[in-house]
């Protein structure tokens, strides 16, 4: 089968891989029919999530058809089910899952120990993303094999489109667990630091739970203008004072809830000095990621309020003013998307047209293609927001 | 990619390429009139690392001039600004250079940072208006009605229990008791 595999920073290829087999009883193999590639495969692509090998497969957004099923996976699939993809593959049987933790899962990534190392303990395992989270192979791909299948998937019904389904892999689960670990009162002003896709359905998110006022920072003019679309009043990072801003537009008393949408890639640049410190002590190693955001919502959230983050972070971050978190109170909400906790509800909402996820795809592409819209979507080139591949 | 050009993007493009000249002269000389750039400068030392700031000037004008969208190689000009600022800044303190001579070449590239600042914003701005003409995607809401009548449209959602705030953190309302303030639920 055709896939896309990861070889060094800026070098995804599509290639032909044999095709998965069931190898576990829990297992089932999915014929995929759309996958999408994340900002979180971005941090892989630049190279600075450590763990990955050259010719692993990408990809952790994907749904399609079960083709096969092993035989401790029947009693909940069967061959033509149509399902979504969780990106995080979860055992439902640890402590964490029987909580809804999944992203925690105790059992699923088969590399434990390098994640215990890296992390203190082990998180579950994740499609197409490091050997430290399991090195499971992806899902940008014809075929994908789904460990602990009996679980590891949301059954979706016919009759509606692939794109408005796909992203309960992921993304809309991710902007909504955002938001709602903000525990939003209808008093909230909501600040989202990101228009990328998990910040546009965290906007989104945000509107539908009820916040008084959502606010989008970025510097992109067509992501902002999708951000103004759900709802957003916006914030020009690159035009405007972004922390004189959100005092203005509350009263002087900051945002009660912050969602960190960019994780460890912040834009560098002239404007924020600290960005450049940051980049050059990645470049030496000394620091692993470029923290600006949390800096920023860390000096401008309201004291006692709440600071969601979704941006995903891999190792060790500088000149952190906990003092500001510390003494102004603030709690400090993170995790991997635990995706199968929300699904059914935003499955319902889907469904009953409270919203339509595909808003957010700007490209639809083949997987031959996939390399070359990886770059795009990294530039930022050509209005991408969103690509969608269909092997 | 036909889009219409605005006339400060005009001005902003003509003095890019007006930058990018610059640069492949100043980097000719530079590279070919290596040793007398040193000698002026009281630098013989620097001969070779001069040469190689030349071969850098030439290819980053050629970039300019080359590409569709010159504004990465202007910031380019702006970081090597900076490196020859800071290699004669150096010198500055060597007492075999020329130091007047070296003050003027540091004023000089100084100007001449500042034109190419004004013109990196001038072109970044551009850019940005450029791309929100092309890519407006104010129409996709993804929402049902427009986002205002959508605000609270999933409020029969529940927090889990886990993910609610401590009470002590919800805003303040009405106290229920005499004399203390409450957290209101
Ligand atoms: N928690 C999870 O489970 C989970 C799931 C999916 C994605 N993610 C993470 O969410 C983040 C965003 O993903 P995405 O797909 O939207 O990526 P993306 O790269 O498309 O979006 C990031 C956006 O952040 C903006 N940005 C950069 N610096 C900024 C700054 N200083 N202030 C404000 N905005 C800034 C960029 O312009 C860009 O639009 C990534 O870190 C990704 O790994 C987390
Ligand atoms: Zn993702
Ligand atoms: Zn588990």
Redesign the pocket.
Known sequence: MKALRWYGKGDIRCESVPDPEIEDSRDAIIKVTSCAI???D??LYDHFMPGMKKGDIMGHESMGEVVEVGSAAKSSLKVGDRVVIP?TIICGECDQCKRGNF?VCERTNRNGELAATAFGHPTAGLFGYTHLTGGYPGGQAEYLRVPYADKTHIKVPNGIPDEQLLFLS??FP?GWQAAVQCDIEPTDTVAI???????QMAIRSALLLGAKQVIA????PE?LSMAEAGGAITIN?QEES?IERLNELTGGKGPEKCID???????VSMT?PD?ILDRAKQAVMLETDRP??LR?MMYVCRPAGVLSV???YGGLLDKIPFGAVMNKGLTIRT???HVNRWTDDLLRRIEEGQIDPSFVITHTVGLDDGPEMYRT?RD?KDGC?KVVLKP | MAHHRSGSRQSADALARGLGWFSIALGAVELFGGRSVARWLGMERHERLIRAYGVREIVTGVGILASKDPTPWIWGRIGGDALDLATLGKELNESDADRDRVGIAMGAVAGVTVLDVMCANALTGQSMQERARRWDYSDRSGLPRPADQMRGAASDFQTPRDMRIPDALRPYKQPQLQGRPQPSM
């Open positions: 994340c900002g979180s971005l941090h990106f992203s992921d993304i991710t630091w990101g228009a990328g896709p998990v910040g920072i970025d510097r992109l992501r990072f972004v949408a960019v994780g460890l890639e912040a834009h924020h960005t600006h955001v920023e979704a941006g995903v995790g991997q998307t979507f930022k927001i």
